[in-house]
C-alpha cells in the first residue's frame, strides 16, 4: 500500500524490526526484483491516487492501443482537441461519450462521413410516410363518409 515503516508500527502496534523482517521474507518469497518492483507499483498508485483496478482497466487500454498500432501522441492531441473543443462549444465532455454510443447503435452507419448520408436518407423516408399517411387518413375520411351514407340509407328503408 506503500505506507512508511513508522505508519506501519504504529498502525499494526509492531516494531520496526518486525517490519523489516517481513519486508525480507517477501523479498526471499517472491524475489528481491518482484519485491521491489511491487513497492514502486504500490507507491506510484499511492502517489496518483489511482486503484489497482483503475491501474488494470488503463492497462487494457493501452494495450488495445498498441494493438491498433495507434501512435499515442496523436491519440493524446486528438483527445485535447476534442475536450477543448467541447468546452468551446459549451458541450460536456461526457455527452460526446452518449453521442459515440447513439452512433454504435446504428449498425448501419460505418463511419462519422455516413452520417449526413443516413439523416438524408431517414428525412426523405419521413417524408414518404407522412404522405403514405395523409393519403391514409383521406382514405379512412371517405371510408368514413361512405359507411355514414349507407347508414343514412339504411334508415331511410
Known amino acids: ?9 504504529s498502525e499494526f502496534h509492531i516494531s520496526t524490526g518486525t517490519v523489516s523482517k517481513i519486508k525480507e521474507q517477501l523479498s ?6 518482484d519485491a521491489v518492483n511491487l513497492r514502486e507499483l504500490a507507491l506510484g498508485l499511492k502517489k496518483s491516487g489511482a486503484s489497482p483496478v483503475q491501474c488494470l482497466d488503463d492497462l487494457r487500454i493501452l494495450n488495445l492501443i498498441n494493438q ?8 493524446s492531441d486528438f483527445l485535447n ?19 459515440v454510443k447513439v452512433i454504435n447503435a446504428f449498425p448501419e ?18 417524408i414518404k410516410l407522412d404522405k403514405e399517411i395523409d393519403l391514409l387518413k383521406r382514405e379512412i375520411r371517405n371510408l368514413n363518409r361512405e359507411k355514414q351514407s349507407k347508414r343514412n340509407e339504411i334508415q331511410d328503408f
Open 1 to 9: 500500500m506503500g505506507k512508511s515503516r513508522e505508519t506501519i508500527t
Open 81 to 99: 482537441k476534442l475536450y477543448i473543443g467541447c468546452i468551446d462549444q459549451g458541450v460536456q465532455p461526457y455527452e460526446v461519450a452518449s453521442i
Open 28 to 33: 526471499i518469497m517472491i524475489g528481491s526484483y
Open 109 to 126: 452507419i460505418n463511419s462519422i462521413k455516413e452520417i449526413s448520408k443516413y439523416i438524408s436518407e431517414r428525412s426523405l423516408e419521413k
Open 68 to 75: 491498433l498500432d495507434i501512435d499515442e501522441d496523436r491519440l
